[in-house]
């Protein structure tokens, strides 16, 4: 029952036309397991250790968690703040888990990107307008037309049109209903119906050790892979 809930079997993988995308199957699961168990053997640690999982709103926090202990423990929901405390889960008795709300950096506090975090409600907003603006400003068309179906457009408010005629969202005498066509393409996005991801950016080398923190090139001996047992 654990396997079905997750969608995970013992298989390696499953033959798809797109595996990571097709199918349920979890991956790497395993490799983070023994990596964590790893860590407790290598440093020959006599008490049980607490492991954090931390992060922007809506990425999969809680999934990581009941992926580990095969079960889902943790809820999880695409709604904004659906986790709003920590919660212990004990994945056995060296490793206790941490679920926790997601967070954003104090800089990160413009609107449209707290939008499009999936950190603010779609209900709640005032005008989407200007969050679909944004999205049509990072997708190509082509695959914005393939995931819709929808013809050849310029503009965001083209794009907006195509969807309300596609999917029937219309004002009194046929009018295209554009409020309600952003906030469709918005839960689209937040719902990852919408594909889309960008590279992570450069860290200058005066940038690289900021107090106590440093960004390392390598693994310690502890998270080292190949030596997992």
């Known amino acids: 029952a654990r396997v079905r809930n997750l969608g995970r079997s013992s298989a390696k993988g499953r033959v798809t036309s797109n595996p990571h995308t097709a199918s349920k199957t979890c991956i790497g699961y395993d490799t983070l397991l023994q990596l964590l168990k790893n860590y407790c053997r290598s440093l020959n640690l006599k008490q049980p250790i607490t492991v954090g999982v931390i992060g922007y709103p ?24 659906f986790t709003k405390a920590i919660q212990e889960l004990r994945l056995d008795q060296h490793i206790t888990l941490l679920d926790s709300p997601g967070v954003l950096f104090a800089k990160e506090d413009d609107a449209l990107g707290l939008v499009l ?11 989407p307008l200007a969050v679909a603006e944004v999205i049509v400003g990072r997708c190509p068309n082509e695959q914005l037309q393939q995931v819709y179906e929808i013809p050849e457009f310029k503009t965001a408010e083209e794009f907006l049109v195509n969807i309300a005629n596609r999917r029937g969202k219309l004002k009194k005498g046929g009018v295209p209903d554009l409020v309600a066509a952003a906030r469709s393409a918005l839960q689209d996005w937040n719902e990852g119906k919408i594909k889309y991801y960008c590279q992570p950016p450069a860290v200058a080398a005066h940038e690289a050790t ?10 310690g001996k502890a998270f080292d892979i190949d030596t997992r047992a």
């Open 210 to 219: 900021k107090g106590q923190a440093t960004i390392v090139q390598d693994f």
């Open 117 to 127: 975090r999936n950190v603010l409600k779609v209900e709640k907003l005032e005008s």
């Open 58 to 81: 809506n990425v999969g926090k809680s999934s990581v968690i009941n992926s580990l202990k095969m079960t889902k423990s943790a809820g999880t929901s695409a709604t904004p703040g």
